[in-house]
């Protein structure tokens, strides 16, 4: 794609996230390139932008072929392949994109592509937050069933963390859990500071896999 007027985009990666993105911005008027390794996802894209590619080796010669180079803004939509990302990303800069945006499904990924100089996202959390935060303010959240096993759920404090920190309590790497909210006493806190101490009837709405939740309440 040569270098046109107004913005375009490039979006590499089309999961959910990049497929609905690039339509998204499809839609809207913008010039967007699409890139996956997958015949399939780019032959439905096909219907959204001329500018549709296969490309199973997302090097940066391969980028230069495709024309990202051209694009005003390149988002990274591969959370998952934390060394793909990370690699696209660096090929995306190194092409001279003014503006790159990476997908992170980990704060450790996302530290790591924000010091490459990538803004970085977290869709999933993100959205995960914005819902819990909708669902928190009706006042009717007991657990909600996302996808692929993953949950929000309200637990109460159990007595083995009150007292504790949130950063002793190592919820996150025991688990794999992230608390999204902290209530108590009818009040919600969406901030939830490392030193936090958990108190009596605090009750933490977290987003996580269901077996993870269940064990965590077992044993807390």
């Not at 894209?45 to 997302?58: C, K, P, Q, S």
């Not at 159990?158 to 190592?170: D, H, P």
């Amino acid at each position: 794609m040569k270098k046109k007027r107004g913005t375009a985009y490039g979006v590499i990666g089309l999961g959910r996230f990049g497929t609905a993105l690039a339509i998204a911005l499809s839609q809207a008027g913008k010039e967007v390139i699409a890139v996956d390794r997958s015949e399939e996802k780019i032959k439905n894209i096909r219907r959204y932008t001329d500018y549709a590619f296969v490309a199973e080796n997302l090097g940066i010669d391969v980028l230069r072929e495709i024309g990202i180079q051209n694009c005003d803004v390149a988002i990274i939509c591969i959370g998952e392949k934390v060394d793909v990302s990370i690699l696209t990303t660096m090929s995306a800069l190194e092409l001279g994109v003014p503006h790159v945006i990476a997908k992170a499904t980990s704060e450790e990924q996302g530290a790591v592509l924000k010091k490459l100089g990538a803004e970085v996202v977290y869709p999933e959390r993100d959205m995960a937050l914005r819902l819990g935060k909708k669902l928190i303010s009706d006042n009717f959240l007991d657990f909600v069933s996302l996808s692929n096993n993953i949950e929000i759920r309200q637990i109460p404090v159990g007595k083995n963390l009150i007292g504790k920190s949130v950063q002793e309590s190592e919820i996150r790497r025991k688990y794999q859990l992230n608390i999204i909210a902290l209530e108590n006493n009818s009040e919600t806190n969406i901030e939830i500071m490392p030193d936090y101490r958990f108190k009596h009837n605090d009750i933490i709405v977290v987003i996580g896999k269901t077996e993870n939740m269940d064990k965590f309440e077992e044993e807390n």
